[in-house]
């Protein structure tokens, strides 16, 4: 899988790979935080919608951090998937 630190260009964390091996199911770590922090991803990218009254706020750097690859994400995967629009 194409790492997420460095976007597929080698970084420390893959081992200057660009990848990384998946060996449980990602489900597995999917939790109820990470479904809010994508929701309020979603807000701030479609609507400009800031999260407000959480410690998301407290944590701004981060929470753009999320942004960024949220959006490269979802733009990697429409192009993939040929979705335009």
């Keep these: 899988m194409r790492c ?3 976007d597929g260009s080698g970084c420390k964390e893959c081992n200057e ?8 199911c ?18 701030y990218l479609d609507h ?3 999260v407000v009254g959480t410690c998301q706020m407290d944590q701004a750097y981060n ?12 733009a990697y995967w429409k192009n993939k998937l040929g979705i335009f629009g």
Excluded: H, Q, W
């Design 26 to 43: 990602p489900l597995l770590f999917y939790s109820r935080e990470i479904d809010e922090i994508l929701a309020a991803a979603d807000l």
């Design 63 to 74: 929470f753009t951090e999320v942004c960024r690859f949220v959006r490269r994400d979802i």
């Design 4 to 6: 997420v630190i460095c």
């Design 48 to 50: 400009g919608l800031p």
């Design 17 to 24: 790979t660009g990848n990384f091996d998946v060996m449980k």
